[in-house]
Every structure is written in C-alpha cells, then in structure tokens.
C-alpha cells in the first residue's frame, strides 16, 4: 500500500493532464445525437407507459374504472397507485399509469379511465400569510444577543419585504425510466443522479433482493437536485412490465406532469429589519420568513446569509403547507433564496448609508466566515466589472432606459462524496477504470480520465472508463457538488495502486526498487533519468497472467488532502432597465469564485457559466404560478414556464481563483455555488438602475412597471 | 406574466403551414391492400370524383414513406402521430429529442425542405414527400459534422439533452447566413432552449462553425 503522501495531487507545476483545458470526452457523441439517454432507450419489443396524475389540488378518490381502457386492443398493463378512499394532496399526484403497444394507444387508454373524486378545500398560494390559516407552522423564534437594544441604539434601519417563487426544475430530458422485469432481475433504465444508489430504492419499494436489479444509464438529461430517488412512477413502471409479460416498458413524465410534481425549489418570503451603526456596520438582524416546497411545508432559509456573525438577531420562520408537488434539492437547498433575502436588504441598508454598496459589503466580510475570501473576490469582480466607473447611486442614471450595477455573495460546501473506483492494468497495457457514477454533464467523465491519465502518465485516449452501471464499484448520488472531489480522489487512489503493483513488476528489470520508479510520457523510467526507462506496453507485458486491479475509496469523512469542503464567491450583475416597457436587458455578469484545485478549467467554467445563467431565469423569467381558485398550476408547460433564451444573457464572466493557496485545498465541486448569488446580485442592479426595489422576482415588465408606479404587482 | 421580449423569428417556422396533403400521393404509396381506406378517400381522390364524403384516413396506422436523409424509409403511423414520435417511436432514431411536445422548445429541431422545423408540430403523414434532414444524417458513423465539432470545441454543452436540436438550428441557420454576426446567432438561434444554461459556449461555436463550413467543410 502506498502512503498517504503519494495519493497528493502532483504539485501544479509538474501536471500534464489536471488542470488542462481538455475538451469533455462525451462532446462529440453527445453533439451528433448518438448519445443514450434513458428517454431514448428503444427497442422492437418496447411498450409505453403513460402516467396520469390527480387533477385537483386536494381531493378524495370516490371510485375507479378501468374496465373501458383494458378493453381496448394493445394495452397490456394497468397499475392504480391510488384506491377508492386515497387522498390526493396535489395536483399531478400519481393515479394510475397504463402500458400499451404503442404510445398512442396508451393515452387512449389513460384518457379512457374514469375516476370519481370528491373534491377537498385547498391551499395552492403561500404570498399571503395571514390567508394560509393553520396550513402555517411556526419554527420556535431564535434570538442572539438583544436585538431589541441593539436596533434602539443603531443609527441607521431598513425594513423591507422581499420574496422570491417557487421553480420547478425542468430538466429538459423528464423523469422517467423504461423497465424490464426478466425472470433473471429487473433491468433498469432510469434517468437518475445515482446510478449506485437508485437500483436499491427500486428494489426496496417493490420489495425484491437488491441485487436483482440491474442499472444502466450512460447519459442523463438534466437533474438539478431532482432526480435522486426511484420515484412512484418507477415503481409502477416496473410493475406494469412485470404484468406485461415482462416487456421492457418505458415511461418518461409528460411535460405538464414534469412541472407538476418531479420537483420544485422551495420558495422565499420575508418581512427583514436590519440595522448598522456610523460606520456601516451591521449590528442587529430580524427577520419573519416564510416559504412552501409544498404538502410538507418548507424549509427555512439559512439567514442572514453569509454574515452570520451579526452580534444581535431575531428569527422567526413558518413552514407553510401547500396542496402542490413537493419540493427536492435544488442547485444549492435554501441558498439562493437566503441570498436573495439577505443581499436585498443588506442592499437597501447601504442605500440608507449613502454607501456604495461594494465599500458597505467589504466593510461588513468581518462578520463571515471567510473575510479574506471575500474581500480578494469582491476586489477582483469590481476590477472586472469596471464597478468604480459604473455605479451611480441609486437611481439617478438618466434617460427612459436606465442602467445600474449591483451585488451579491455566496458559499457552499462541496466535499467529496463517497466513492469506490477499481483500476485494472492489463498485460497488453490495456486500462479500465471503473466507477458506479454518473455524468451530468458537468464533466465527470472527462476529469475522472484527466486523473487516470496523470497518474499513469498515458494519453486521454488510452483510459478505458466504465460508469453508469451499478455493477461497477459504488460511488455517491451526484448531489451537493460532491461528485467531482468524490471521483477524482477515489480515481486517484486507485490509480497510484495500481501503478504500485505496476512498478513492483517492472523494477528488477531496471534495476531498481520500486519507488525509484515513475510513470511519464508513456513510459516506466527511473526517476530523474529518462534514459532507464520502459515503454508502458514493454512494462504491462512483465505482468504474469493475472492483470493488476486495485481499488481506491474516498472516504467522505476523511479526504486526506484530495478533496475539501467550504468556499465562497461574490457575484455582480449589471443591467439596463427599459422604464417605458418594464423590459430588463442583461448586460454583464461577473462571478468570482473559490473552488480549490480545478481539474478542467474549460469545463469549470462551463458549469459557472450555465450556473450563472440559471439564476438569470430565476431573477427575470421563471415561477411557478398557482391559481388558488381552481388549485392548479398555471404554467405547467413551456411557453409560459419561461427559461433564458441564447439572446438574454448579456455577458458573462466567470473566473476561477487558482491562486496556489486555494490550489492546495485539494478539489472542490462548484455545481452549487455560482447559481446562489445571481437572482440578488440582479435585483440589487435593477434596483440601482430604477431607483426603487421590486420587492418580488422574477422581475418581470408588470412588477417592474408597479414598481415604479409605487403599486404592488 | 410576459417579461420575454418576443424573439424575432428568423427563417423559422414554428407553425407549419399544414401541407396539402396529397390523397393521390398517399394512395399510391399506400399500395392496394392497406386495408385503411375509406370508400370516400378512394373516390375523392379520383379524378372528376362527384361531391363525396370528406376524405378520412386512420384511425389505425397507415405506412407511408418519408425521404429521411436521402433515403426513402417507410413506416405505419397513425394519422396523428407527429413525425418526431414517427422517428423515436417507431423507427428507433432518437438523436432527436422530445421535451416540451408542443414547439417551445427547439429540442425536436430538424430541416425540413431546407427549413428548421419542430418535429412535434408536424405530423408525419405531412412530411410525405418532402426532404427531412434529422441529427443522425448529419455525418456518416465515425465522423462528425463541423457544428457538432465546433460545439466541442467550445464546450457549447453540457447534460447534452438540447444539443442535438441546437446543432441543427445551427446548422440550418449558417447555410442561410453563411456570414453571421454575434447578434445575429443571437436571433437565429433564439428558438431553442438549453436548461443547463450554455450559450455561452454556443455563441461562440456557431461562429466557429460558420467559418470552417465557409472554408470548405460543408459536407463532412
Ligand atoms: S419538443 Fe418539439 S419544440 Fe419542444
Ligand atoms: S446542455 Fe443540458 S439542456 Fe442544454
């Protein structure tokens, strides 16, 4: 076994392959429509299932019917989730679903089931607190020091209201699954974000030994947070190709139901004091929050955000209950709504001051947990976003369409997850690197060979890479941006043993011991004297019969110096706001973040980027709109569940800090943390450019106009 | 609600004009024995036919054939069946995706007689006899088309799930406008979504593939 040192990563000098700008290695299957994913799983025996959901927000099944659909010719399978007597909590909650030759002829079938409901009285709209009666569960208040005092003495105070909308997660490719339930095990499709961990949910729930069910999912379409479990509707599916002979079934969610029910981000609303003293210091907080990620209240947002050092707070939190789908991670739980509320009224407060708001964020970093972070980052996006130039103070740009600047933090843990690789060195000089994990397209392939090609010395070319079964070595969901610390390090370990038992073959050879030797340039060679050396093929051949195959774990307590947890970023936005339409216009993004040793930088920047534009949506386009007269939602679709476009995006800008210092950390997964402060950091830039604060996003023309009007939208 | 500003529509067609379906056409390739044929199809599609019942075809599966890629393939549909389920479902080509089913979203982009359709608001019987061009016709096996390569290059995706149908826009849209600007990728490109947010890879991609295509690389 190698010691613990030899697993570090090669100083940043001496590396070949991390830390290089390589092109993601699924790009080119994935750009010409030859890439798999579950969706498009096909083949000539296939049935279709299709899923109907509850078409009330709270309701009471009286009776079911589905004696007209298992009549008609090319349906093989029908599977009830639902009895007479079952309560239904929300809208698109799993009725029945029905398997059939073809997919028409399974929404024929869906159409043709009848079932009787009694309705029941809902609550769908959580704006309102006072209108949600009982539905609302008080967190018990929590005070540090005396904020009573605290706000008395202060010489500046704001009081404001912010809100922030449920989002659904709208993975472009839906939640679904095709499943074959075989006399040999159940093999299954799914689209997932843990491919190690979701063949035993499935199992679990249809209560059959774990290790009969088979995964297999190359490529997913999008996750977000959303797709961990086996869900209802992967349990039906299976049982719908069980009671269909045991053809493979496929079942993906229709769009309306994707909206629905497969996921929400929980939403944000609070009634926020804050107060600072002559200097701008912020010494006392108060908040009364309250937010709904549906049926099971919601969670409470971690505020004040980031400056959780303010001497003197009072919190209080509801977690309201909603008859709507329930609530999953989302890129980053409760972080960019506690963002949002903080960074808003942080904002408004700095107004007060007459401060700019960069001066009056970069005075207050004492109270985080990361002070010289945060003040290095604010310095670098100020220099990048030419801020000392740009910012006016509020509302005084000129002209029917304005422009403003404005501001925003965020942090994140990361980590490692755990995770298991096994490397295999064959005698022809083969590799196989394998690891029950998976892609969501933030790269985890690609870095997994950066890695296995480093320490092997070889090109990317030669890495065999095996992942998305859960047959091969188990490795944590992808969630919490842990995946890319997780990987990396067990990929390491395994890796370094491998080539252990590699040099142990090759020395006597060389005439040397084994830690006299190296792997560089495709070849075994003394260290420090290319002209001793193997090529690696030559090597792998003094192998006996049996090829190497060693094992790496990366043990989430214990990262050993690969992996670590914790950063923080400051983000700026810059926008123009069209007075006359209410139209905001991105012009430029900046985001600085932390993220400790970057193993792709392309690819990194990539997943700022697409993080960055994820909080454009949520700040100008996106909400869940619910209509509490009739409980449903209105926008379960995509014309009017908006997304951002190619053309309104502006510029963005994203830089990692690969200074040695934060280098040295070991990796850091960053899927999290760029998409927290982008919603704050726009509002706080509308907010400049327009003189007064939209109390609510997605800043939409109508909020945007009332807001200049002094209404409420 | 609306805080999109509208998107210009350039060279896109998101509603189809819906085509005059050629009775005489489909009869013919339908061959005698379709068994789906109603007496009123037959004698309206005669010639100097009297007044007759309006025509009606399905409800069960017709084959018809499409030209897809160069090549004719015949395939049973039901009438109402769109030709992006006629290709996933029924043919096994799924480079193509489905996401939103109802043209918002771009996912299910092909070319269509030289034109960027969304192939979840065309029903197959209507693409008979017209020229579709689909992700998989792109590039024979082992090669790649330049836009597929220059969104490599630039790391214009990610999950990968709306890729295929931007690739096609993007190709379609540099054959109209071999010479684009950046605002104009902006506009041309603006019928197509992408959840895990990267355009700021694409922007950059179609310019790249813009020029490679110019130097020659059209026809990979
Ligand atoms: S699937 Fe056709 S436009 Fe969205
Ligand atoms: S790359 Fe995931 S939706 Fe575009």
Known sequence: MPNVSDYQWPPMETRKVIGKRISRVDGLPKASGRAKYAYDFYRKDLLFGVLVGCPYAHARVKSIDDSAAKAMKGVTAIEWSVKPGSELQWQGQEIVAVAAETEETARDAARAIKVE???????????????????????????????????????????????????????????????????NGINYWPSTQGVSTVGGDLAQNLNVPANTVHVDMQNVGGGFGSKFSADHWGVMCANLSKNSGGRPVKMMLERNLELMTAGNRPSGFAQIKVAADQDGKIVAWQSKSWATGGIGGGGAPPIPYVFTNIPHVRLNHSAVATNCGGSRAWRAPNHPQASYLTCSALDDLAHKLNMDPVEFFDKNFELTARADTYKWQIRKAAELMEWASKYKPRGSSPGPVKSGVGLAVCTWGGGGHTSNCLATINRDGSVVIELGTQDLGVGARTIIMQVAAETYGLPLSMIDLRIGKNSYPVSGPSGGSTTSGGVSSSTRKATVNAL???????????????????????????????????????????????????????????????????????????????TETGIVRMKKFVAVQDVGLVLNPKLAESQMNGAVIMGICGAL???????????????????????????????????????????????IGIGEPCAVGVVAAIANAVTNAIGVRVSGVPMTPNRVLAALEGRTA | MSAKPPRPPVDRETKPKRSNFSRRGFIQGLGVGG????????????????????????????????????????????????????????????????????????????????????????????????????????????????????????????????????????????????DPTLEDVEKGLGGNFCRCGTYVGIRPAVLEAAKKMKGGARNA
């Open chain 2, 35 to 178: 068994g789906v044929l109603s007496g009123g199809l037959l004698e309206t599609a005669l010639p100097n036919a009297a007044e007759a019942a309006p025509a009606t075809i399905g409800p069960d599966p017709v084959t018809i054939t499409l030209r897809l890629n160069g090549k004719s393939t015949q395939v049973a549909v039901e009438p109402r069946t769109t030709l992006l389920d006629a290709l996933r479902n029924r043919l096994g080509m799924t480079g193509v995706k489905r996401v939103c089913d109802r043209g918002a979203c771009g996912a299910c982009t092909m070319i269509i007689n030289g034109k960027v359709m969304y192939g979840c608001t065309v029903l197959a019987i209507d693409a008979q006899g017209k020229n579709i061009e689909t992700i998989e016709g792109l590039a024979p096996e082992g090669k790649y088309h330049p836009v597929s390569e220059a969104f490599v290059n630039n790391d214009a995706q990610q999950c990968g799930f709306c890729t295929p149908g931007f690739v096609m826009a993007a190709k379609n849209f540099i054959d109209l406008h071999p």
């Open chain 1, 117 to 183: 409901y009694e309705v029941l009285p809902h609550v769908v709209r959580e704006d309102d607190l006072a209108a949600v009666g009982n539905r609302a569960k008080a967190a018990g208040e929590q005070v540090t020091g005396d904020p009573d005092t605290a706000f008395k003495s202060a010489a500046q105070v704001h009081e404001g209201f912010y809100h922030i909308p449920v989002l659904t997660h709208c993975c472009l490719e839906a939640h679904g699954q095709t499943v074959e339930w075989t006399p």
């Open chain 1, 500 to 578: 252990e038992k590699l040099y142990e073959a090759v020395a006597p050879s060389l005439g040397v011991q084994p830690n006299q030797l190296q792997a560089v340039d495709a070849r075994i060679q003394v260290k420090g004297d290319p002209s001793k050396a193997i090529p690696w093929k030559q090597a792998c051949a003094k192998l006996g019969t049996t090829p190497i195959q060693e094992k790496g774990f990366n043990d989430q307590r214990r990262p050993e110096g690969l992996n670590a947890s914790g950063v923080g970023g400051v983000q700026m936005a810059e926008v123009s706001v069209d």
């Open chain 1, 621 to 667: 386009l996106e909400e869940r709109v619910m209509d509490q007269q009739t409980g449903k939602m209105l926008n379960a679709d995509m014309e009017f569940y908006k997304l951002a476009g190619i053309g309104d995006v502006g510029e963005i800008v994203s830089v990692l800090d690969m200074r040695p210092t934060t280098d040295k950390r070991g990796v």
